[in-house]
């Protein structure tokens, strides 16, 4: 039982054979070799500076179900946004086309409670 707990420890030695082993066959096969160089720098390339992960001007419909100073002041901040184009603001559910839109953000009757400062620990 001893063997092969013995066996199976950790070897730096076995690691160190592995990893001369695959060297070798690395320079045997040239396209893996070029492979394993290649792409992680056309996926450097792609990600950096191809794809763009910061949306902008995304068109966005909003169901507004109420008039109120918190709906009007988040519809301004979103008009004010560069994320955001507003193409419909609805104010009653299945009004309108959202066809358009490609997001649509829904701002329940009762709005959005207002945040409040947070309170300093009494003792």
Known sequence: MSARVAHARFSFARVAAVFRKELV???RDRIT???????????LLLFGYAI????????????????????????????QSTFFDLVAV???????????AEHCRE??????APRRRPQPPRH
């Open 25 to 27: 066959q690395m320079r």
């Open 33 to 43: 070799f070029a492979m394993m160089l290649g792409l992680p720098i056309v996926q």
């Open 52 to 79: 763009n992960t910061d949306p902008r001007h995304m068109p966005t419909a909003v169901e507004a179900r109420e008039d109120g100073p918190l709906t009007r002041a988040f519809l301004a901040a979103m008009k």
């Open 90 to 100: 609805l104010h009653r559910e299945g009004e309108g086309d959202r066809d358009e």
């Open 107 to 112: 701002n329940p009757r009762g709005g959005v």
